[in-house]
């Protein structure tokens, strides 16, 4: 940015040449800078009336809301599946909602190395959030497989970001079945390039799957045209869908009829799934990969949910988003460099930025207790880096601005320094 763009009225300006600043009346952000999109998205309207509807159909209905509340509780998962088809790029019979994120990788995991030679190894990177390897460790246990021998991890060159051709080497290098990767880093926020990886992993006949966690709602995916083999997803981040909000899945249809490895009668075929046979038949979709009764209450919340984002649409989010961490990167450059010591652990390139920044400085984690307490929410992430999440919908620029600056006034009056930095909790 030049400059003179860098005060609070180009801030408001920005905002008032916002497409999407209306969209921010619809949540109920608490009466602070709220930059923590990326752990838990805040509620809306329009989530809130979608719960408190099923709340009534289920005083009014009980067990009737099964087949008669609107819509009907029996098909929600696969209802809403359909619904979030478009927001990562499948056909609607590829996508279903079901579970937590990570009993969605037990399941995908475990039934894709069923499906290979039973000693395949995966190939995940150092950087992944911590669940998704636990998750893989365990299924290999379950086979019978030494995971230190068969999870196969890419190092990091810097600390912050996985190198593609790093990855593709690996593949070369090892005999891998399935690449497992995130779509964005939880920690520096890279994104990671989706078509590249899937097509290398192809030409090697490899699987690829991915975790859209800290991506889906934010950035747009193709996983159809990519030809993605499997992915998962929660819907408490940018999907904003309420905390334990039900997960999300995606398999390819070209893999459609394999046995589920965590089979329940959710994922029975549905039109005779209350014949109650005890011979299993998984539903001929994705729908196959539902366990047990969909929890409705964490469910009706995303389909309030995705009604804002689908009138705005996943393009439009994606530009401002972009527009908005490009601006919070300018700021930190500029309002909070070398005199501060924070730098931008991000990559600067927006194609392979996903929806947060990651401001590294030495003592992050006391910055980021001082600016939750001073009403901007952010999140610590060890070693050293503090999470700001300009997420579109909600989120200004006047916001980003004033974020900053408590920061600034935070280092330079040495109010970060009365935290202490061991505390433990969640954040
Ligand atoms: C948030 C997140 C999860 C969360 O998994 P849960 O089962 O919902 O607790 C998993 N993987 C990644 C990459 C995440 O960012």
Redesign the pocket.
């Known amino acids: 940015m030049d400059e003179s763009d860098a005060d609070r009225a180009s801030a408001e300006r920005l905002d008032r040449d916002d497409p999407l600043a209306w969209c921010a009346e619809r949540f109920a952000v608490p009466d602070e800078i709220y930059l923590d999109g990326n752990s838990l998205g805040p509620l809306s309207a329009d989530a809130e009336r979608a719960l408190d509807d099923t709340v009534d159909e289920w005083r009014e209905l009980g067990i009737r809301g099964w087949t008669d509340a609107d819509p009907p509780w029996f098909r929600y998962g696969e209802r809403l599946g359909d619904r979030l088809a478009p927001l990562v790029g499948a056909r609607e019979s590829e996508v279903v909602v079901a579970n ?4 969605n990788i037990h399941t995908l995991i475990g039934t894709f190395l069923d499906g290979l030679d039973g000693s395949s190894k995966i190939l995940v990177n150092e950087l ?2 911590p ?2 390897h636990y998750a893989i460790r365990a299924q290999f246990r379950q086979r019978g497989l030494d995971p230190d021998e068969h999870l196969v991890v890419v190092e990091s060159d810097d600390g912050r970001t996985i190198d593609e051709e790093r990855v593709v080497r690996a593949m070369d290098d090892h005999d891998v079945g399935i690449l497992f990767m ?1 779509s964005v880093l ?1 920690r520096s926020g890279q994104l990671l390039d989706i078509e590249y990886l899937t097509r290398a992993a192809h030409e090697r006949d490899v699987l690829a799957g991915f ?1 859209l ?2 991506s889906i709602g934010v950035v747009p995916h193709e996983l159809s045209n990519h030809d993605v083999d499997f992915a998962v997803w ?1 819907s ?2 940018y999907l904003n869908a309420g905390p334990g909000a039900i ?1 999300g899945l995606y398999v390819n249809e070209e893999h459609f009829g394999a046995t589920p490895a965590l089979a329940g009668w959710w994922g029975h075929e549905k039109e005779t799934q209350f014949e109650m046979n005890p011979q299993f038949t998984p539903a001929a979709d994705t729908g196959a990969y539902q366990i047990g009764t969909i929890p409705i209450l964490s469910a009706a919340p995303l389909d309030g949910a995705l009604d804002l984002i689908e009138e705005v649409g996943i393009d439009a989010i994606r530009e401002k988003s972009l527009a908005l961490s490009s601006y919070l990167v300018a700021l930190v450059d500029e309002r909070l460099d070398d005199s501060f010591e924070c730098s931008v652990g991000t990559p600067r390139d927006p194609n392979r930025r996903g929806g947060h920044v990651a401001t590294e400085h030495p003592e992050a984690e006391r910055i980021a207790q001082a600016l939750t307490e001073d009403g901007v929410v952010v999140d610590f992430r060890p070693p050293n880096v503090v999470r700001l999440c300009p997420s579109p919908l909600y989120t200004g620029y006047a916001d980003v601005w004033d974020a900053v600056e408590r920061w600034r006034e935070i280092l330079d009056s040495g109010a970060h320094e009365r935290f202490d930095a061991d505390r433990s909790g969640v954040t």
């Open positions: 937590s994120t990570t009993v992944d959030f669940t998704d995130p939880y975790d966690a800290h929660c408490y981040k997960a």
